[in-house]
């Protein structure tokens, strides 16, 4: 059964904190993916990466940052919080398309991030 | 700019009703319609896709309709239970992996 573990269940911080969300996988997935969840506005990509170092902007990256060192791990890294970050974040991992084509997202259980 | 937006926002059915929730897109070029559901505190999970190669499909209880040349697609749960009570989300992907999602439906089945 594929795990998609994030760290943090809640998070509170501080305006103009820098903040790590960090993500593993457990599935040898290429593909790994941060979403925002925000009521009404469904689920939106932030960054997305489809192997080791490689990155790319999603459809809201204004504010934000990835890293993925290793095949396993995706971190978002939001540089100086401020409050309109408060959200919920959600990672998410899968094979690509092409070998198990349109492969399911397979999320975590989320980390809810309060910036006061 | 939601590219599919998604309708009701919230919906209250009776045990053994039908939920019914919509949704309609703008861009042509989507090829694959999953359907995810989130129970509360976990994250989505895959309940059912449908490619516009075909206007029906049917899991149990779940059902994709699909709409080509409207552009909708329409998740019907028949016999809906208590169990059914989540957020259920549509989405819409071209060439792979770079889903849309739509605003979300929080349903409430009634015992």
């Known amino acids: 059964d594929v795990k998609v573990t994030q760290s943090s269940r809640y998070l509170v911080k501080r305006t103009g904190e820098k903040v790590f969300l960090e993500c593993v996988q457990d599935?040898?997935?290429?593909?790994m993916f941060w979403y925002r969840q925000d009521p009404g506005l469904g689920l939106r990509l932030i960054y997305f990466s489809y192997d080791v170092k490689m990155k790319e902007k999603g459809d809201i990256p204004e504010g934000y940052s990835v890293s993925r060192e290793k095949k396993e791990r995706f971190s978002l890294i939001l540089e100086s919080a401020s409050t309109n970050q408060t959200s919920m974040y959600l990672c998410?991992?899968?094979?690509?398309?092409?070998?198990?084509?349109?492969?399911?997202?397979?999320f975590g259980n989320g980390t809810r991030l309060t910036v006061t | 700019q939601q590219q599919v937006k998604q309708s009701p926002q919230s919906l209250i059915v009776q045990k053994g009703g039908i939920s019914i929730i919509n949704c309609a897109y703008e861009n042509t070029a989507f090829d694959y319609f999953p359907w995810y559901q989130q129970f509360p505190g976990k994250g989505p999970a895959l309940l059912i896709a449908?490619?516009?190669?075909?206007s029906e499909k049917k899991e149990g209880r779940f059902t994709i309709s699909f709409n080509k040349s409207a552009k909708q697609f329409s998740l019907h749960i028949m016999d809906s239970q208590p169990g059914d009570s989540a957020t259920y989300f549509c989405?819409?992907?071209?060439?792979?992996?770079?889903?849309?999602f739509g605003g979300g439906t929080r349903l409430m089945v009634k015992p």
């Open positions: 449908i490619r516009p190669d075909v």
């Open positions: 998410a991992s899968s094979y690509p398309t092409g070998r198990f084509y349109n492969s399911p997202l397979h």
């Open positions: 599935m040898d997935h290429e593909n």
């Open positions: 989405a819409a992907d071209n060439a792979g992996n770079m889903l849309t």
